[in-house]
């Protein structure tokens, strides 16, 4: 039976701090939409992040951040443009492809690349700050639509996954937008939570 549990509560944190350390794969808010997540180095867990959402494992898993610093365990090298994106758009809705740590599991993406984004939702980066990063894509079985509210999620993913975090409806309610930053050219993978026109003032005042 999956537990919901407000993210009001005094322990919210340490359960969802011990949950993710016995390797389980936890419900969280985010700024955009619910997400599913787990420790970053949890093989175990990851796999059952794409066996809960039917993800095909092509698809690399992005990773969430508390702070600039957990960057160092999950790139290999942040280019200039990349450290411009983070610097203005963290916490945000901006995910960032980067080059990856080879240290890295490979099923979190089969690539040499990852993305990452650092939420502007408070709560869940005090949790992210004690656990370290987290392997974290939306809270929905793959080609539906993405959840708001705890409510959702549990429609989609109860007795998928044993806690869903409740805090409340998602700000935004779409997914980040991705920036690719690996190669020549900066490329925008997806628009969403952040405008294309901010980006390309960001990069144009770096140039």
Known sequence: ???????????????????????????????????????????????????????????????????????????????????????????????????RNPKLPNILSPYATIGVRMPEHDWLRKLINQSGPLAATSANLSGTSNPRKASEVLDQLEAKIEIIMDGGTCRKGIPSTIVDCTGEKVKILRQGGLLEDAILSCLHNLS
């Open 1 to 99: 039976m999956t537990q919901v549990v407000s993210t009001k509560q005094a322990h919210a944190i340490d359960l969802a701090l011990n949950a993710l350390q016995e390797g389980k794969v936890i419900a969280i808010p985010t700024d955009t939409v619910y997400g599913i997540a787990c420790l970053v180095d949890n093989t175990e867990a990851i796999k059952r992040i794409y066996e809960i959402k039917g993800r095909e494992k092509t698809k690399a898993l992005p990773v969430l951040i508390g702070e600039y610093d957990q960057l160092l365990c999950i790139a290999e090298e942040l280019n200039t443009c990349a450290q411009k994106l983070a610097k203005k758009f963290w916490p945000g809705a901006l995910t960032l492809i980067i080059s």
